[in-house]
């Protein structure tokens, strides 16, 4: 059974451009979670999907970012525009309860 | 405010010598507790968890974690460690009742000399 994939697994990109982060849970599982790491901090929950739902975005920085999951399917999460201290590791997990796996992360620089 | 603590961010053991990583939380009730491994260019990996039941939780790899309910800890811990095991350890915990977002430590980084 295939894991949590993501693309890109780098992306370095300047202030002010466009970025979109794509993830591809477990088949089978509903829910999707995105999740960051900046530099030096902990790994800190950005948003819930329940199928394509949004259960929950309490974690989201500001309105620069935007997920969506069309079809209850993958995810992506597009940052625009990217300033400095967007950068970091993305991660994305999926579960069908409680356990999430984890994809390999996303390392996005902003420079 | 509700909090998950690694005091130790990096440790550095000999091949062979037992390890001990420690993780407090601060909750109100006993979260969901988790233990995962990111080694060099991998993703995340769950080494063990705890819901309930036996407080002592077995893992893969060798670890082992002692749930102690009174100092609100979640040590992880493996008598022998290996070369391969030099990584770092994330604690974490979910709240449960329909958030299953996890709360992160800030992880240890596990160095381990030949």
């Known amino acids: 059974e295939a894991g949590v994939t993501q693309f890109p697994s780098h992306s370095v990109i300047e202030k002010g451009q466009t970025v979109t982060l794509r993830c591809d849970p477990i088949s089978g599982h509903d829910n999707l979670y995105w999740y960051r790491r900046v530099m030096g901090k902990e790994i800190k929950f950005l948003l819930h999907f329940v199928k394509e739902s949004k259960q929950d975005e309490s974690g989201m920085p500001n309105n620069r970012f935007l997920a969506e999951r069309t079809g209850g399917t993958y995810s992506t999460l597009k940052v625009q525009p990217a300033e400095l201290e967007d950068s970091g590791v993305y991660f994305c997990a999926s579960s069908l309860s409680v356990e999430q796996f984890f994809g390999p992360g996303t390392r996005l620089t902003v420079l | 405010a509700q909090s998950v603590t690694q005091p130790d961010i990096h440790i550095t053991v000999s091949e062979g010598a037992s390890l001990e990583l420690r993780c407090n939380y601060s909750y109100g009730a006993t979260p969901y507790l988790f233990w995962y491994v990111q080694s060099p260019g991998q993703g995340l990996q769950l080494l063990l968890k705890?819901?309930?039941?036996?407080?002592l939780v077995q893992g893969i790899k060798g670890f082992e974690a002692e749930f102690k309910r009174s100092q609100s800890s979640f040590n992880l811990r493996k008598p022998s460690v290996h070369w391969s095991d030099a990584a770092e350890y994330f604690c974490a915990v979910v709240l449960g009742a329909g958030s299953y977002q996890l709360t992160f430590g800030k992880g240890t980084k596990l160095s381990v000399i030949p």
């Open positions: 705890y819901f309930s039941g036996d407080t």
